[in-house]
């Protein structure tokens, strides 16, 4: 059964930083999606990072590009989204999901995919 869990996130002013991590366990092959979307209160959940565990092959939301970074250790099976920069509109949960289609790897979501419960990250002003 895979599993995805989120750590990290909390409060931040604007203009810091931040760190939250994704644990993905259950898959039989490391070749599968890691990637994270967030949902800020009354908008649209929208995607923001992530990698092909397989190629090394990642990505990043052209909203959030050149503030946002991940970062995957294969052997941890663990994905880290880095924040930096932070304004008061990145003030979401941010939501980890692991699949295995490469196809949409990884800012789309298909048919079949294991999220996490999601973690707080506010950006007060």
């Known amino acids: 059964q895979v599993q995805v869990v989120e750590s990290g996130g909390g409060s931040v002013q604007a203009g810091g930083s931040l760190n939250v991590s994704c644990v993905v366990s259950?898959?039989?092959?490391?070749?599968?999606?890691i990637a994270w979307f967030r949902q800020a209160p009354g908008k649209q959940r929208e995607a923001v990072a992530g990698?092909?565990?397989?190629?090394?092959?990642?990505d990043v939301a052209s909203r959030v590009r050149g503030r946002f970074a991940v970062s995957l250790d294969k052997d941890k099976h663990t994905l880290d989204l880095r924040m930096t920069s932070l304004e008061a509109d990145d003030t979401a949960v941010y939501y980890c999901?692991?699949?295995?289609?490469?196809?949409?790897?990884?800012?789309?979501?298909?048919?079949?995919?294991?999220w996490g419960r999601g973690t707080q990250v506010t950006v007060s002003s």
């Open positions: 990698i092909w565990t397989g190629t090394g092959t990642s």
């Open positions: 259950g898959y039989p092959e490391n070749r599968y999606c």
């Open positions: 999901y692991a699949h295995s289609s490469w196809a949409r790897c990884p800012l789309m979501v298909p048919a079949i995919v294991h």
